[in-house]
C-alpha cells in the first residue's frame, strides 16, 4: 500500500512556473514508475509526464515536452513536476500516480492514485 500526497499548486500567470511534489509513505518509491497525470474542466484524464524507476528514463505528453522535466528523489520518497512558459490549457487538477507495472503513459496501468492538487493559469 502506497500513499501519496500532492502539493505545490496554485494561481500563476501565463508564461509562469510551478513546481509540484509529490510525496509517498507505506512503501519505497524506489519499486514503482512515477507518474504525473491532469484532468481540466470538461476534459478526461491525460497523462502528463513518467519516470522509471531508475529516475533517468523519462516520458513526456507532446503537450509538455520542452516545457515540463519530473524528477525523483527515491531516498527522500518524492517524485516533483517543474512546469516553465505555463499557458492558459495547462489549467487542471494534477495527479502523482505510482505504477507496479505496465503502460507508462496509461493512467489505467497505475496502481495508486494521489488526492491531486490544483494548477490554475490566468491568460
Known amino acids: 500500500q502506497v500513499q501519496l500526497v500532492e502539493s505545490g499548486g496554485g494561481l500563476v500567470q501565463a508564461g509562469g512556473s510551478l513546481r509540484l511534489s509529490c510525496a509517498a509513505s507505506?512503501?519505497?518509491?524506489?519499486?514503482?514508475?512515477m507518474g504525473w497525470f491532469r484532468e481540466a474542466p470538461g476534459r478526461e484524464r491525460e497523462f502528463v509526464a513518467a519516470?522509471?524507476?531508475?529516475?533517468?528514463?523519462?516520458y513526456y505528453a507532446d503537450s509538455a515536452k520542452g516545457r515540463f522535466t519530473i524528477s525523483r528523489v527515491n531516498a527522500k520518497n518524492t517524485v516533483n513536476l517543474q512546469m516553465n512558459n505555463l499557458k492558459f490549457e495547462d489549467t487542471a487538477v494534477y495527479y502523482c500516480?505510482?505504477?507496479?507495472?505496465?503502460?507508462?503513459?496509461?493512467?489505467?496501468?497505475?496502481?495508486?492514485w494521489g488526492q491531486g492538487t490544483q494548477v490554475t493559469v490566468s491568460s
Open positions: 500516480a505510482a505504477q507496479r507495472g505496465g503502460v507508462v503513459t496509461r493512467g489505467n496501468d497505475y496502481d495508486y
Open positions: 507505506g512503501r519505497p518509491l524506489s519499486n514503482y514508475v
Open positions: 519516470i522509471l524507476r531508475n529516475g533517468y528514463n523519462t
